[in-house]
């Protein structure tokens, strides 16, 4: 193959060669304007920054007045709580209080005491049956070990018997509980 003919790949990639090499200045500048055009639809849209802020400075006064008013509710709701709180054990209370004014004016004319005695020991009794039905106990710890938890040892003495040490013997003052809390702690004297 003499031929001064060429081989038909080899003229198609010379001809390739040569349209890739020299591209005219039309062809150029379509390419161009279409990487504009390509670049102007990726490119994200200008964001307007003051009407940005402001809308997050809007959210945040709004938030940050909710969050306000929720707490002044709040505390509003507490000290009603606190001031309303003790008023079912008042009003369980006030009977007692009349039982005690009536007996102060009955006994003001009394020359036996004991009427007087009979009186006061009822309303003990009923004072102290409103205030376990509002779950206040009195602590019963004559004759336990001593703890520390509930009891506040005012002295020592010596224990009348051997099974009698480390234990409480008598009640200086009586320990309240009002459910599992200790509001009063028992004052007491130890054996030892």
């Known amino acids: 193959m003499q031929n001064n003919e060429k081989d038909p790949i080899e003229s198609s990639e010379d001809e390739i060669l040569e349209t890739n090499g020299s591209a005219t200045d039309a062809e150029v500048e379509s390419a161009s304007d279409f990487e504009k055009e390509s670049h ?13 802020i402001a809308e997050l400075n809007d959210k945040y006064l709004r938030l940050y007045s909710e969050f306000d008013n929720y707490r002044k509710r709040t505390i509003k709701e507490k000290s009603e709580i606190i001031r309303s709180a003790g008023e079912d054990v008042f009003k369980a209370i006030i009977p007692t209080i009349d039982d005690f004014e009536r007996a102060i004016k009955a006994n003001e004319s009394v020359t036996d005491a004991t009427p ?23 602590m019963d710890s004559i004759g336990k070990p001593f703890d520390a938890d509930i009891m506040e040892a005012i002295t020592h003495i010596p224990a009348p018997s051997d099974d009698m040490k480390g234990k409480v013997i008598d009640d200086i003052e009586k320990g309240y509980m009002l459910g599992d809390k200790v509001i009063r702690f028992a004052k007491v004297v130890i054996g030892t």
């Open 116 to 138: 007087i005695k009979e009186g006061i020991t009822l309303i003990y009794n009923k004072l102290k049956n409103t205030c376990i039905s509002k779950g206040l106990e009195a």
């Open 40 to 52: 102007i639809e990726n490119e994200p849209t200008p964001i307007n920054y003051e009407a940005k």
